[in-house]
């Protein structure tokens, strides 16, 4: 019986995957409200929030932003629904997730261009009185440290690989 709960528990990862999937789709959604809103703001006024061309940039960056956050979070969600609910939903080969090292991966992929784009972001608002080389090295160090985890995880893993296909 504590067999069959357990085993069947893992459907309760469902609440996950709907809840991020929820959030997915509204970030799409804002994301797309903005980009809508600015690009009304362009063509009545020429600029967005009065801020010149950099607003402007900066604005749909900003957008652009939210529909990267909203994929890291649909990885997130469809991940979960492979590893835990059913492995065999149709996805694009790129995204299809066999272990939690899969998704970690993607999401750590994700995660590096959402940080550049931050980064970008902070770059195009630069008013030339904050200083960005700390917060342009912390973000390097970050991306840094989470390309080396993956390198080494890759390296790490292939030997495993190589021996089991050795052993079989």
Known sequence: MFKNLLSNSR???????IGSLISATTLLLHGSWKILKYIWELVQHGVIDGKGDKGVILAFIEAIDEYLLATVIYIISAGLYELFIDADI????WLEINNLDD?????IDVVIVVMAVLFLGQLVSWDGERDLLGYGVATGLV???????????VKEEKPKQ???SNNG
Do not use: D, G, H, Q
């Open 11 to 17: 459907y309760l990862i469902i609440i996950a995957v």
């Open 103 to 107: 998704l970690k991966n993607k999401l």
């Open 90 to 93: 149709k996805m694009p080969k």
């Open 162 to 164: 190589e021996k089991s």
């Open 143 to 153: 991306i840094s440290a989470l390309t080396f985890f993956r390198i080494y995880k």
